[in-house]
């Protein structure tokens, strides 16, 4: 499937993953529904890509938590453009703290941004999804698959967005709608410097080495060629094909490896 002139909303789309892909496929010839927070930032981006690749760009201001926003962004987007071919739901946060030193509201937080925000979009969707046969696409985490220690929040939330998209895709699956999910290795974006600490505030720097990491742009480029593709599930790193199938297949081994894993970041939560 071409990406040219298809309608594509992506969610968190003012940073980061989500930038990288409004630039991807504005380079593809989609035209594009941008929802961030940070709307100032959209109308730039938006501007900026109408300019450069001659196709059309709206920008609407989203907060994910918040159902009538997302209900606003999909309204717009078929105000707009009269059909919906794509959904990315990218919009996420992060966090690194231990359950037992978390503040339970950071918890609640995650999991409005990253599961409910998916929900939400993709209800309100999904009808027009269904005229189209287009595609619904979750950006998920190896964290959907694997507890990730310091990050109870972030893996419950992804957790529950792969379960979810797993029960929509079979759902779906004589409909001809496209579900995907795309799980990045580690990436330079800034979802980590964000990332929530204990008490809700954000870290404002990585734990990880950025040298080690996919860009942001090389993510954005492996999930437009999966949507082209209509992929099933996109795990992108060899690192991340290998936990995912150690995890099935010798829990307990991937228990000590994980375990080992976090204890040599920087500033370590776990020793």
């Not at 990315?88 to 409910?116: E, H, P, Q, T, Y």
């Not at 957790?159 to 999910?181: D, I, P, Q, S, Y």
């Not at 204990?198 to 080495?209: N, V």
Request: net charge positive.
């Amino acid at each position: 499937m071409s990406l040219k002139n298809k309608i594509v909303v992506i969610t968190g789309a003012s940073s980061g993953i989500g930038r990288a892909l409004a630039e991807e496929m504005a380079k593809r010839g989609a035209d594009l529904v941008l929802g961030a927070r940070q709307y100032v930032t959209l109308c730039e981006i938006t501007a900026d890509l109408q300019q450069k690749y001659n196709v059309k760009a709206l920008a609407v201001q989203t907060d994910v938590t918040k159902e009538e926003d997302c209900k606003v962004l999909i309204d717009q987007a078929i105000l707009t453009f009269g059909k919906i071919d794509v959904l990315i739901n990218n919009a996420g946060l992060s966090m690194r703290a231990l359950f037992k030193d978390v503040d339970l509201a950071v918890l609640k937080n995650l999991m409005d941004v990253n599961f409910w925000g998916t929900v939400y979009c993709t209800k309100y969707a999904l009808p027009e999804i269904l005229k189209t046969t287009g595609s619904v696409v979750a950006v998920s985490s190896i964290a959907g698959y694997r507890g990730l220690p310091g990050r109870t929040g972030y893996s419950s939330s992804k957790f529950a967005m792969n379960g979810f998209m797993e029960c929509l895709r079979t759902e779906l699956l004589k409909t001809g709608v496209h579900v995907m999910v795309a799980c990045p290795g580690f990436t330079t974006s800034n979802i980590r410097v964000a990332a929530l600490a204990q008490d809700g505030q954000a870290h404002g720097e990585t734990s990880m080495e950025e040298g080690k990491m996919m860009s942001a742009e090389e993510v954005a480029v492996r999930i437009c060629d999966g949507i082209e593709q209509r992929k099933r599930t996109l795990i992108m790193t060899r690192q991340g094909k290998l936990a995912v199938w150690v995890n099935k297949l010798f829990p307990k081994f991937a228990d000590k490896k994980v375990f080992e894993l976090f204890t040599k970041e920087k500033n370590p939560l776990i020793k």
